[in-house]
Structure formats: structure tokens, C-alpha cells
């Protein structure tokens, strides 16, 4: 595997300078009241309970925003746990920034919603699990699905343009139908139909969610239908889950590209998992100005550019097109986050991908082992295994 914690030399750029950061997304705390078995949080989350305190968010803000970030999401975990969260939308307004608050809607009552306004929140993505209320608690280990109706509701009443978000699986590609009626029926002007990327969670449960291309293509035709039928009343995005891709995506637009991420714990990520590649130290913004961060630091320099990349990337005529795929996805498959990511079908281990979507197609029922749920306790027994203190206590699986 090539060894992330050597010190690299400067990526090269062909001669451009590296670019500012657009899109700050700010993991406000790793906390959540749901439990959902996609998650996108490292599966070790529970090894990093510290958080920023507002000042040092605030400071955080300041310095992206000099930097020339522009857009801004608050995420978690779930950021309505945080009660600083109006001071902080409120600082991001003053500083221009553009203001996404992305939340389960869990803890966004009358009051709040109204003082995120008043803060100067711009805009707000709901995420729902499923259109039934059976399956939507099934997959969060939570009551929340009428509470979700409730915020949607008010976020309407509120006169916020909504996104609703659902990420989709196995589970719940057959309700595709029934999902769009429901962003609908609750007035969404976009409708986020997101297939499960495998990382942290979703990966740990990987088996149980990866649909069938039976079901995929099922699902794609429905939204079809629905695009003709409804025209601009909402814009439907679908995205396909890259498994069944013979390109890689091009993963955060290219790594240190346009995404910088701050960890709960002040930890920058070029991207929401790269905590999970190993020998990669992050530089955290308690210990570093976030300029010296974005532009020197070796974890942002290391996949930028070419200059990184194996064969057949290094000599491939589609490189500058999907800049490699995925670094996570990479090492998830093949051990080494600088091989291609191996969706591609010029990637020597392709064959993995076709492996897993081989299985998909050929098990008949989601559930042929216990779904893992994300919470403190699985988080815990999945880190101490990793680090080779694996216990013999078992994963909860039951909400
Ligand atoms: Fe980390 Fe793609 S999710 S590089």
C-alpha cells in the first residue's frame, strides 16, 4: 500500500495555482438522535467526541470565508444539537455566505425555525429515510417519521425553499414512486433522490443495501415519468449509486479541488471520510490557519494534481475528466487509497465492484445478516477491532 505518512513534494499543477475552497461544510457535532444505517460519519465516530467551541467555530468561519469559500452547509451529525447553531448562521450571513442548514429535522420547532430565519439561514434539506412511516423508522431506529412531516410543514410555513433528501437502497428503491408523491404533497421545490455512496456505515452494511440493477433501472424510469409529468414543479435529482458505473465519479470535484470540510473536533477533511484512510495525519484549525491548511498542508496536497497517481490513471486520456474517482472508495476496495478507484473498468480490480453487484443481484432478501445501526456502542466495538482489540461483544442490531 503506498504510505500515506510520508512527507510529499509540492503536487504538480501544470503550471495552475492551486484554487480557494467554495464549499464549506462545517460538521458541527458528531451527535445524532437517529441511528441510520447509511451514514456517512466515519464508524468510529465514537472515538472523537470533542467539538469546537462557538468561538473557534466562528474563527473557522472567518478564515474560509477570507479564504473565498462561498457556500456554507451545517452538518453533523445532527446541528440542531448544537445551540449555538443561530449564532453561528448568523455570523455566516454577516460574512456572505450562502447558508445550507442539512438536518434530519429533529429538534427544528417553531421557535428555532423562526430565529434561524431571523439569523439569516437561507436555506434548509430535510432528509427523510423513506415514504412510509414503517420503514422510515425502521432505517433511523427512531419515531421520527411524523416529527419529519411536522418540520416539513413548517419549513413551507416558513416560506424557505426546501430540498428534501432521501437516500436510497435496496429498501426502499420499489417506493420510489410513493417518495416523489410525498416531497410533493409537501410542497418540496427539490427532491434529492441520492443512492447510498458506500463509506463509513453504508459500507459496514453494505450487503444489506446495495440494490439489484433490476430495481435500479426500475426506479430510474419512474423518476423519468415523474420528470415529464411534473416539468419544473420540482427538479428531481437521481443519483446512481457508482457501482454500476463504468467511469468513476469525480469525487469532490477533485481532492482539495473545492471542498473543505471541518470535523466536529476542528479536524480539516478534504472530503467527508477521508478520516478513514490510514497514515493520513489532518491538520486540525485549533493548530493551524486554515490558509496554511488549505495550501500547504500535506493531507490536502496528497491526491491533488497528477503527480500522484498510478497506472493506469497516470497515462489514461480520461484522468483531467474524473481526476482519479474516489481516494476513499480506492482504499475501501483495494487496500490503497492512490490505486484507481476501481468502479473504473480500466482498473485492475474492477472485478471487486462486479463482484459485489454480482451478490446483489443473486441474494433474494435484503436482510441474510443483522443490519448494523449506527450508535455509540457499534461504533465502539467496530473501532476495537479495528485496532485489534476486538472484543467479543456483539453489535447491536435491534433498535
Ligand atoms: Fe473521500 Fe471520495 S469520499 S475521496
Not at 133 to 141: A, V, Y
Not at 280 to 289: A, G, H, I, Q, R
Not at 301 to 309: A, L, T, V
Request: charged residues 25%; aromatic residues 8%.
Amino acid at each position: 500500500m503506498t504510505d500515506l505518512s510520508e512527507p510529499i513534494a509540492k503536487p504538480e499543477h501544470e503550471g495552475a495555482p492551486i484554487a480557494p475552497p467554495l464549499w464549506l461544510l462545517a460538521e458541527l457535532t458528531y451527535r445524532c438522535p437517529l441511528h441510520c444505517v447509511f451514514c456517512y460519519n466515519p464508524v468510529n465516530y465514537a472515538d472523537h467526541t470533542r467539538e469546537l467551541d462557538t468561538d473557534q467555530w466562528l474563527d473557522v468561519l472567518r478564515q474560509a470565508r477570507a479564504l473565498g469559500a462561498a457556500q456554507l452547509g451545517f452538518s453533523g451529525g445532527e446541528p440542531l444539537l448544537r445551540d449555538d447553531l443561530e449564532t453561528l448562521v448568523a455570523e455566516a450571513r454577516k460574512l456572505g455566505f450562502y447558508t445550507n442548514l442539512i438536518t434530519s429535522g429533529i429538534g427544528l420547532t417553531e421557535k428555532r425555525i423562526g430565529a434561524l430565519q431571523e439569523a439569516g439561514l437561507d436555506h434548509i434539506q430535510l432528509s427523510f429515510q423513506d415514504s412510509s412511516q414503517e420503514l422510515n423508522d425502521f432505517l433511523s431506529s427512531t419515531k421520527t417519521f411524523d416529527y419529519k412531516k411536522r418540520v416539513a410543514t413548517l419549513i413551507k410555513a416558513h416560506g424557505f425553499p426546501m430540498v428534501l433528501n432521501c437516500v436510497l437502497h435496496r429498501y426502499n428503491l420499489p417506493h420510489i414512486g410513493r417518495i416523489i408523491d410525498m416531497a410533493l404533497a409537501m410542497g418540496a421545490e427539490y427532491l434529492e433522490l441520492a443512492n447510498t455512496q458506500y463509506y463509513g456505515w453504508a459500507h459496514a452494511n453494505r450487503a444489506q443495501l446495495m440494490p439489484t440493477k433490476a430495481q435500479l433501472d426500475e426506479a430510474e424510469a419512474v423518476v423519468e415519468r415523474y420528470r415529464n409529468e411534473i416539468g419544473d414543479k420540482c427538479k428531481i435529482f437521481f443519483v446512481v449509486p457508482d457501482y454500476y458505473e463504468r467511469r468513476p465519479k469525480r469525487c469532490m470535484n477533485g481532492w482539495g479541488s473545492v471542498f473543505l470540510g471541518i470535523a466536529p473536533d476542528g479536524a480539516a477533511l478534504p472530503c467527508h471520510t477521508a478520516r478513514s484512510l490510514p497514515g493520513l495525519t489532518f491538520p486540525n484549525v485549533t493548530e493551524m490557519p486554515l490558509k496554511d491548511i488549505w495550501y500547504e498542508s500535506d493531507a490536502f496536497n496528497r491526491f491533488r494534481g497528477f503527480g500522484w497517481m498510478k497506472e493506469p490513471c497516470r497515462s489514461c486520456d480520461e484522468k483531467a475528466i474524473d481526476m482519479g474517482g474516489c481516494r476513499c472508495q480506492a482504499y475501501l476496495l483495494t487496500q490503497d487509497p492512490a490505486n484507481a478507484d476501481p468502479v473504473c473498468d480500466k482498473s485492475p480490480h474492477h472485478e471487486r465492484v462486479i463482484e459485489v453487484v454480482r451478490a446483489a443481484s443473486a441474494r433474494q432478501a435484503p436482510q441474510e445478516q443483522p443490519i448494523l445501526f449506527r450508535n455509540d456502542a457499534n461504533s465502539r466495538r467496530i473501532a476495537a477491532e479495528a485496532s485489534g482489540n476486538g472484543s467479543e461483544q456483539e453489535g447491536e442490531n435491534q433498535p
